[in-house]
């Protein structure tokens, strides 16, 4: 279990290299017209920020489908071992869990921010 993600990450971090060296290797020979130029510079900041905003939007939904789990498991944990306190565990639970979605969807609005507005 432990090769196979470290074989994923490389694999992924491979691949993260290849997309960002890619628009440096079609810069060469975009570099005959000024017109050129300026596409290619406008084509690297916009891929640039589709890659950031994958990148903020993956960590951010996986670390809060890991925390959802984490806090629903706790939950069940303690529900289990105190049937007479599940209904203060469930209220707590559901405070937790709105405030893990609140903040991905924060990381949605800012992808959004990033991808429209700037």
Do not use: H, W
Not at 92 to 114: H, N, R
């Amino acid at each position: 279990m432990r090769n196979k993600k470290k074989l994923f990450a490389a694999a992924l971090a491979v691949a993260l290299m290849l997309v960002l060296s890619a628009p440096a290797a079609l810069a060469a020979d975009a570099a005959e017209s000024p017109e050129a130029a300026a596409v290619l510079a406008e084509a690297q900041v916009t891929s640039s920020k589709a890659i950031a905003c994958a990148i903020m939007i993956a960590l951010a939904s996986a670390g809060g489908a890991i925390a959802i789990a984490l806090a629903s498991r706790k939950a069940s944990e303690s529900t289990a071992r105190q049937p007479e306190a599940s209904g203060e565990i469930r209220s707590g639970l559901m405070l937790s869990l709105v405030f893990i979605e609140t903040a991905i969807i924060y990381a949605l609005l800012v992808v959004i921010l990033v991808i429209f507005v700037l």
